[in-house]
C-alpha cells in the first residue's frame, strides 16, 4: 500500500499533483492459490560436458561455468557468467582524475592495492554428476589481488528437471581485501535482448544507503535506458530489494530468482568500460547485455565532499553466500507466475 502527498495546488516551485512525499507499507496478505506457473519437468541427458534438458541445451566449461546456453534455438549467453567484485568508481568513491594519487580515497585502495580491475584467477576442475535426476557441476576459483591477497569462490551449479539452474555461490573474502565495491555474477546476453523486468526498488536507480525515494513494484524498462548519464561516466542503474528479474529479446528470455533478495542491474556496458571513460561521448555501447546479479554493493556515502560510507552499508571480509535461480522462458511470458514457482 502507497500513500502519497501531492500538490493540490500549483505554486513556483511545482505544479499541482506533484508528489511531495510517499510512504510505502507492507501488508502481510496470505498468497492466493494457483498463482505459480507450472514447469514440466524432464530427463536431464548428459553427454560429456553438454546436458539437454526440454528446450534447453548447456554446456559447461572445464572450470564449471556455463559457456553456452540455448533455449529453443536461441543462445542466451554471449560469455561465460562470471563473478564480479568491481564497480566504475563514483564520483563518492573518487575523483576521477586523481583515482591513482588520492590515497584518502576508497577507490585508489580497490585499484592500486587490490587491483580489483586485474584481479588474476585460478581454477579449479570442475566435477560433473547426474544423480537423482539433477544434474551438479562443483568448482572453485581462487582471485589473487595486486597485494597478493585471495578470495576464494566455491561454486554448487545444480540443473533440474525443469529447466532451471540452481546457483550457490560462497565467497571467501579475506581481511586484506575488507570492503569490496560488490559481490556478485554478471551474466552477458547477446545482441537483442533489451527488455529489462524486474520486481524491486525503483523506477529509479538505488542503493542500500540511497533509496528511501524509491517503490517496490513490477517494473518494465529497457537496457538502454538504464545508463544515467553522469558528468564523469561511472556506475549507475542499481536497484535494490529486488526479488526477481528478467532480461528477454521478445522471443526468449532469462529469469533470475533469489530466495530472499538481491541487487540488480542491466547495462550495455562492463564496469571497466565505466571506469576507462572520462566524458560520456567516450562511453560505446556494446552489442550485448549485462545482467549484473548482486548480493551487494557498497553504499555510496557522501564523500566527495562528506563523509565515507557508513560501516553498515560495506561489503566486509568474511564468508558471504549468494544463492539464486536462473530459467529461460519464452517471452513475453508471465514473469511473476514462473517466479512464483520458486
Known amino acids: 500500500m502507497i500513500f502519497s502527498a ?24 496470505p498468497p492466493p492459490a494457483g498463482i505459480a506457473a507450472a514447469l514440466p519437468a524432464s530427463k536431464i541427458v548428459r553427454d560429456g560436458r553438454t546436458a539437454t534438458v526440454g528446450d534447453s541445451k548447456l554446456v559447461f566449461g572445464a572450470d564449471g561455468l556455463p559457456e553456452s546456453w540455448t533455449f529453443r534455438g536461441t543462445e ?19 575523483i576521477r582524475c586523481f583515482i591513482h594519487t ?29 544423480e537423482n535426476g539433477v ?27 525443469e529447466g532451471a539452474l540452481a546457483v550457490n555461490l560462497e565467497f571467501d573474502v579475506p581481511a586484506e581485501l575488507d570492503d ?32 528511501a525515494g524509491s517503490v517496490v513494484s513490477l517494473y ?44 540488480c542491474s542491466a547495462h550495455h556496458n562492463t564496469p571497466a568500460d565505466f571506469q ?13 547485455t549485462f545482467f549484473n546479479l548482486d548480493l551487494g554493493q557498497r553504499g555510496l556515502g557522501t564523500n566527495s565532499c562528506g563523509e565515507d560510507t557508513l560501516l553498515r552499508y560495506r561489503l566486509h571480509s568474511g564468508v558471504h553466500r549468494f544463492s539464486f535461480y536462473l530459467l529461460p522462458f519464452a517471452a513475453p511470458g508471465r514473469i511473476g507466475e514462473l517466479a512464483r514457482w520458486f
Open 76 to 94: 542466451l549467453l554471449a560469455a561465460a557468467p562470471a563473478e564480479q567484485f568491481m564497480r566504475g568508481t563514483t564520483d563518492n568513491d573518487a
Open 180 to 211: 569490496l565495491p560488490r559481490l556478485g555474477w554478471t551474466v552477458a546476453l547477446p545482441g537483442g535482448f533489451e527488455n529489462f523486468t524486474f520486481y524491486g526498488n525503483g523506477p529509479h536507480e538505488n542503493y542500500c544507503d540511497r533509496h
Open 102 to 130: 588520492d590515497v584518502r580515497k576508497t577507490g585508489y585502495r580497490w585499484l592500486e592495492t587490490y587491483g580489483l580491475d586485474k584481479l588474476k584467477r585460478k581454477d579449479s576442475a570442475a566435477e560433473l554428476r547426474l
Open 6 to 29: 501531492k500538490q493540490k495546488n500549483a505554486t513556483l516551485w511545482a505544479k499541482a499533483g506533484f508528489e511531495v512525499g510517499h510512504e510505502q507499507c507492507k501488508l502481510e496478505l
Open 220 to 263: 518494465k524498462q529497457k537496457v538502454g535506458d538504464q545508463f544515467q548519464p553522469y558528468l564523469v561516466p561511472q556506475e549507475c542503474g542499481n536497484h535494490t530489494a529486488v526479488r526477481f528479474a528478467a532480461i528477454d529479446n521478445g522471443k526468449v528470455g532469462l529469469l533470475a530468482v533469489v530466495p530472499q533478495k538481491m541487487e
Open 135 to 161: 544434474l551438479s557441476v562443483t568448482s572453485e576459483s581462487v582471485y589473487i589481488a595486486k597485494n597478493k591477497a585471495k578470495l576464494t569462490v566455491k561454486r554448487s551449479l545444480s540443473l533440474l528437471p
Open 276 to 288: 576507462a571513460a572520462l566524458h560520456t561521448n567516450e562511453l560505446e555501447p556494446r552489442p550485448e
